[in-house]
């Protein structure tokens, strides 16, 4: 009796471990925008990923985020982007160096996503300028296996068909003439997939924004996944921007069940990982509320059930209910109230486990 009683409890050591590998989400990720008047939400996500709800996350930039700096890859992998050319003439190489530079140091770099918004809601980036620029950064981290995103753009033809077809002009370019160091210096793209053989810049996911209600989400997917047949989308922002509460939960829930069950989507990551006063998509997205508390759609998130606690706990949206008492920034002393499904079943096996050794 006594060796059973002893493997049980070996049994129970080692299951959080099991629930969390077995379970880990690959999909589910962080658009991380943190706020230097709360760094204590930081760790909200931190213990979401050791828990295996999420998976990834980016930061808009190159470097991992300090909060997570000794959070290992394989834990909470960080994906960083290139949000624009560094140069005006996109010559430069910054980028491709200073992620080698993160690899040399210990960092298992996988992933990189390449120009927010190119095509004039972001980085605003010519064509001609982004293709040399992917040369010099994207091609040199593909050739050490580093798997590289399309530049994120608001439809797959207007921007992208040019771009890639200066990359075709440029690297044609450069075979030709191998130690000319830019080339594409043409000021018309050539057609693109004119010729089969051409060399190209070659993309090995296609991150994608949406906002909008779910016809607007689908649409989205469906339109980049059409375009390029067989590779995965990433949804790195989405949500049903400025609505009210019931219409951004119900949202919520629906495109959820979507991007975890639609094959096409590799990984997306909810818009909405901050105190609701910052928001700028709307308040009801928020996952935290004004003092750091877990609204419904952060605890669900987390894998959470629903906290009930609103997003801006006043009868006038967009007005802070902070208050001396308790001020807005505050420790967040709510942030546990949801407690994740998987930490409930542990508890609920060890509470099980204890009244068996006491049986015994």
Known sequence: ???????????????????????????RGLAYTPNENWPEDDTLW???????????????????SKAYESVPQSTFEFVPMMWGAATHNGTDSYFAGNISEVIEKGRDIKHV????????TGSEIKPKIAARSW??????LQQRGIKVGLPIVGDPYNWVTPFLANCSDILADKEKKPNKRDGGDRDEPAAAGADVKTPTCKFDFIPITSYGNMSTLKDRVNLFANAFPGVPIWLIEYGFNDQDLPTTQRFFNESLKYVEETEVVERYAWFGASRSIVLNVGPNAAMLNPYGDLTDIGSWYLGGNATGIEPIPTDKPGESACTPEKPCGGSGSKNNAASLRRDGLVISLLGVAAGFFLFL
Not at 12 to 26: F, H, I, K, V
Not at 46 to 64: C, H, M, Q, R
């Open 46 to 64: 931190s213990d979401a990923a050791e828990k295996g709800v999420l998976s990834w996350y980016y930061n808009f930039g190159w470097e991992a």
């Open 1 to 27: 009796m006594r060796s059973f009683t002893v493997l049980v409890a070996q049994a129970l050591l080692w299951l959080p471990t099991c629930l969390a590998d077995s379970a880990r989400n690959p999909k």
């Open 113 to 120: 996503m390449m120009f927010s918004h190119p095509d004039g």
């Open 135 to 140: 040369i010099n950064n994207a091609v040199p």
